[in-house]
T-cell receptor, first 111, second 114 residues
Framework: DTAVSQTPKYLVTQMGNDKSIKCEQN?????MYWYKQDSKKFLKIMFS???????INETVPNRFSPKSPDKAHLNLHINSLELGDSAVYFC??????????FGDGTRLSIL | GESVGLHLPTLSVQEGDNSIINCAYS??????FIWYKQESGKGPQFIID?????DKRQGQRVTVLLNKTVKHLSLQIAATQPGDSAVYFC?????????????FGAGTILRVKS
């Protein structure tokens, strides 16, 4: 299936831990994104990479570090997790100014 | 369901009726607009988009209207079906590129009664 896939789907961890979320797309897109959706369903862009180069970096704590090993993958590493990091994180991708395709999200819960 | 406790605008319609979901966008220079549908436990799914040089675009059972004078976007769904129940988001792209930095609205819950 052609898709944007994220792992894990659910992540429950303790405050202070470091965790990573992975995203892969097999759509041949050259741009990938990370969004955060809070408990009120508000969606906000965090980062965007185009051909492994960072092009959008919103005001996000530097505990969040995206990494793009190749244009089909964009991972998100989060250090020293805090309660406020609890949210659903969505990966998306697109090319050539076409609509962004989203994954089904990673629900991160901080205890 | 997931919408319990959410304080989003809610539109309840009878199956078979038409639905109109409205959105006010913030940047008068935005040049691209898009509607997404999000079902419970899923990611946003693309419905329809429109560029600022148009005021109307039609898809299958959906129509998007853009009024740049009042910075208003609407999504019309014809013959609404139970499968249309979801949260609907509009998003805009500020000037500088289409489809890249999306700024999302707050969302509207659509409930379809059978």
């Amino acid at each position: 299936d052609t898709a944007v896939s994220q792992t894990p789907k659910y992540l429950v961890t303790q405050m202070g831990n470091d965790k990573s979320i992975k995203c892969e797309q097999n759509l041949g897109h050259d741009t990938m994104y990370w969004y955060k959706q809070d408990s009120k369903k508000f969606l906000k862009i965090m980062f965007s990479y185009n051909n492994k180069e960072l092009i959008i970096n919103e005001t996000v704590p530097n505990r969040f570090s995206p990494k793009s090993p190749d244009k089909a993958h964009l991972n998100l590493h989060i250090n020293s997790l805090e309660l406020g990091d609890s949210a659903v994180y969505f990966c998306a991708s697109n090319s050539n100014n076409q609509p962004q395709h989203f994954g089904d999200g990673t629900r991160l819960s901080i205890l | 369901g997931e919408s319990v406790g959410l304080h989003l605008p809610t539109l309840s319609v009878q199956e078979g009726d038409n639905s109109i979901i409205n959105c006010a966008y913030s940047n008068s220079a935005s040049d691209y607009f898009i509607w997404y549908k999000q079902e419970s436990g899923k990611g946003p799914q693309f419905i329809i988009d429109i560029r600022s040089n148009m005021d109307k675009r039609q898809g299958q059972r959906v129509t998007v209207l853009l009024n740049k004078t009042v910075k208003h976007l609407s999504l019309q769904i014809a013959a609404t079906q139970p499968g249309d129940s979801a949260v609907y988001f509009c998003a805009e792209t500020p000037p500088g590129g289409y489809g890249n930095k999306l700024v999302f609205g707050a969302g509207t819950i659509l409930r379809v009664k059978s």
